[in-house]
Protein backbone atom coordinates (compact mmCIF):
# COMPACT_ATOMS: atom_id res chain seq x y z
CA UNK A 1 0.00 0.00 0.00
CA UNK A 2 1.29 3.22 -0.98
CA UNK A 3 1.09 6.68 1.93
CA UNK A 4 -1.57 8.07 -0.13
CA UNK A 5 -3.87 5.17 -0.08
CA UNK A 6 -3.40 5.28 3.76
CA UNK A 7 -3.96 9.10 4.09
CA UNK A 8 -6.94 8.97 2.65
CA UNK A 9 -8.49 5.83 4.28
CA UNK A 10 -7.49 8.10 7.77
CA UNK A 11 -9.15 10.99 6.42
CA UNK A 12 -12.35 8.84 5.25
CA UNK A 13 -12.62 7.39 8.82
CA UNK A 14 -12.03 10.69 10.85
CA UNK A 15 -14.96 12.16 8.49
CA UNK A 16 -17.51 9.32 9.52
CA UNK A 17 -17.01 9.88 13.18
CA UNK A 18 -17.64 13.68 13.17
CA UNK A 19 -19.87 14.68 16.02
CA UNK A 20 -22.57 17.39 15.21
CA UNK A 21 -21.45 20.80 16.89
CA UNK A 22 -25.04 22.25 17.14
CA UNK A 23 -25.45 20.88 21.12
CA UNK A 24 -22.58 23.26 21.80
CA UNK A 25 -23.43 25.92 19.53
CA UNK A 26 -27.64 25.97 21.44
CA UNK A 27 -26.01 25.82 24.68
CA UNK A 28 -23.44 28.58 24.55
CA UNK A 29 -26.43 30.49 22.83
CA UNK A 30 -28.44 29.96 25.78
CA UNK A 31 -26.05 31.35 28.35
CA UNK A 32 -25.09 34.21 25.53
CA UNK A 33 -28.79 34.70 26.24
CA UNK A 34 -29.06 34.44 29.66
CA UNK A 35 -25.96 36.40 30.40
CA UNK A 36 -27.26 39.51 28.52
CA UNK A 37 -30.47 39.01 29.70
CA UNK A 38 -29.11 39.16 33.55
CA UNK A 39 -26.88 42.34 32.83
CA UNK A 40 -30.19 44.16 31.18
CA UNK A 41 -32.13 43.62 34.32
CA UNK A 42 -29.25 43.90 36.55
CA UNK A 43 -28.59 47.66 35.21
CA UNK A 44 -32.42 48.72 35.18
CA UNK A 45 -33.06 46.66 38.51
CA UNK A 46 -30.19 47.48 41.29
CA UNK A 47 -32.06 45.55 43.51
CA UNK A 48 -32.72 42.45 41.41
CA UNK A 49 -32.85 39.70 42.33
CA UNK A 50 -35.34 40.58 45.12
CA UNK A 51 -34.46 38.02 47.99
CA UNK A 52 -32.30 35.19 48.84
CA UNK A 53 -34.52 32.50 47.14
CA UNK A 54 -34.45 34.30 44.20
CA UNK A 55 -30.38 34.94 44.22
CA UNK A 56 -29.92 31.11 44.46
CA UNK A 57 -32.55 30.28 41.84
CA UNK A 58 -30.60 32.74 39.19
CA UNK A 59 -27.00 30.99 40.27
CA UNK A 60 -28.73 27.75 40.12
CA UNK A 61 -29.38 28.47 35.86
CA UNK A 62 -25.96 29.55 35.68
CA UNK A 63 -24.37 26.86 37.09
CA UNK A 64 -26.36 24.44 34.71
CA UNK A 65 -26.32 26.35 31.48
CA UNK A 66 -22.63 26.87 31.83
CA UNK A 67 -23.02 23.12 32.84
CA UNK A 68 -24.56 22.24 29.59
CA UNK A 69 -22.21 24.36 27.62
CA UNK A 70 -19.16 23.03 29.02
CA UNK A 71 -20.28 19.55 28.69
CA UNK A 72 -21.54 20.08 25.00
CA UNK A 73 -18.20 21.06 24.17
CA UNK A 74 -16.46 18.10 26.03
CA UNK A 75 -18.76 16.00 23.79
CA UNK A 76 -18.31 17.16 20.35
CA UNK A 77 -14.57 17.48 21.44
CA UNK A 78 -13.91 13.46 22.26
Known amino acids: MDLAFLLAAAEHAAEEHHKSE ?15 IISVVGF ?10 AARGVMALSVALV ?3 LGSAIYVAL
Open 22 to 36: LPFFIGGGLLVAFAI
Open 44 to 53: KKPEFPANEQ
Open 67 to 69: AGA
